[in-house]
């Protein structure tokens, strides 16, 4: 791996700087040459790698952010994002962690004590779990979705189609999304259910993309799941979702400038050594600009994603729209932007799959749409401004 050239993050704790040494450590010795990662992936093909999860379970390091009393560390979204920063910067595969944080932070603030144990200690030990909110006809606008849970005997039945549902193929659980009640306003009647993703009447498929296994057609056919299943209130599903959208943006948010920062290493390590016209390509004018630039956005990226994670951390209900969507706009962006300046200066080299830039690049050009586009966030945030 490339040289680290990220400014450490100011106000960590001496705890949170070993932690993050300690992330780097572990990436480079289970994902540190390409030999490795291919192994890991089965060729780049699959995004998640359970065996190494599992080690990161043991490590006690996949509830960094999970309470204590479910077997988490009891930390915050500073830790979280490092940990996720670190992560991807390492290219661990560990494309269920995400999804999984999501799902964990939608439990710990609705769930019963039953539900964190089952759910939220499955996530310490290593177990991945999904939720699926899109729809083919319910995209940015989730309102809208169609997919129905109807009250039967007790019970839920779900019916309906759920899609681009992230990890749904390696999950233990899929918290569905489902309209139980027609009578109000396209955000009322929603209600989160969990369903076990071997239940009767669901069928997972996954949808063939660039970044290789990642995200899934979910079909529901007459899937009955107990009532006790429900998370939170019944038809306050919208509230529930509007609840954690700080964290997903700072999940997401982290996760793009953890591989923004490893394009970028690439890139800088290959110029140094790449000669052309008889000295390293990286002593050219045009190049030495372009990489002050990349590294301007991105330590003033990093400044913006922990400033907001340090806002949660001080005040989780606190709601901030404004500032985890320019925290999520603002990375993902970049994030493409650094792999895609990476590919041309490397010329030729940035295209082939012997270098780990065309990946980069393929991973990051969903961030801006995925989590909410960035046309979305680019919204609230002006909405914030009262326009």
């Known amino acids: ?29 289970e994902c540190g040459t390409a030999e490795l990662r291919e192994r890991l992936t089965e060729g780049y093909a699959e995004l998640h790698n359970q065996e190494i999860y599992e080690k990161l379970a043991e490590l006690g390091w996949l509830g960094v952010a999970i309470d204590e009393r479910w077997g988490g560390a009891g930390g915050g979204m500073v830790d979280a994002c490092i940990f996720l920063e670190e992560t991807m910067r390492g290219l661990v595969p560990i494309a269920g962690y995400g999804v999984s ?5 939608a439990y710990e603030r609705f769930g019963t004590d039953a539900q964190k144990e089952e759910i939220l200690g499955a996530i310490c030990r290593g177990r991945v779990e999904a939720i699926a909110m899109s729809e083919p006809e319910a995209g940015s606008d989730v309102g809208s979705l169609s997919c129905r849970a109807v009250r039967s005997n007790g019970d839920y039945v779900l019916n309906g189609q759920k899609t ?23 955000h009322d009647g929603l209600t989160m259910v969990s369903v076990p993703a071997d239940a009767d009447g669901i069928e997972i498929r996954g949808i063939q993309t660039l970044g290789g296994k990642e995200v899934n057609d ?13 998370l939170g209130a019944a038809g306050g599903g919208w509230m529930q979702l509007m609840a954690g ?50 590294a301007t956005e991105l330590e003033s990226t990093r400044l913006l994603v922990y400033d907001v994670a340090r806002k949660v951390d001080d005040d989780p209900d606190r709601m901030l ?28 080299y940035g295209y082939a799959s012997e270098y780990d830039m065309e990946r980069h690049v393929r991973a990051t050009l969903v961030m ?20």
């Open 1 to 29: 791996m490339s040289a680290i050239t990220a400014t450490p993050i100011r106000g960590l704790s001496d705890g949170q700087r070993d932690f993050q040494a300690a992330i780097r450590d572990f990436a480079e010795r």
């Open 101 to 105: 944080l999501i799902v964990a932070g």
């Open 164 to 186: 681009w549902i992230s990890a749904a193929h390696i999950a233990d659980h899929i918290l569905v999304v489902a309209r139980s009640d027609d009578s109000g306003s396209k």
């Open 218 to 230: 979910v079909f529901l056919t007459d899937c009955r799941i107990p009532a006790e299943r429900v």
């Open 245 to 294: 959208l700080n964290v997903e943006r700072l999940i997401l948010a982290a996760s793009a400038l953890g591989i923004a920062q490893r394009a970028f290493d690439d890139v800088l390590a290959y110029i140094k050594e790449r000669k052309q016209f008889g000295r390293p390509i990286g002593s050219f004018q045009v190049l030495r600009h372009r990489i002050a630039d990349l």
């Open 321 to 348: 729209p404004r500032e985890a969507s320019m925290a999520k706009l603002k990375a993902t962006e970049l994030a493409k932007r650094v792999a895609l300046d990476g590919m041309q200066m490397m010329g030729g």
């Open 368 to 387: 801006s749409i995925y989590g909410g586009t960035n046309e979305i966030q680019r919204e609230i945030v002006s909405k914030t401004y009262g326009l």
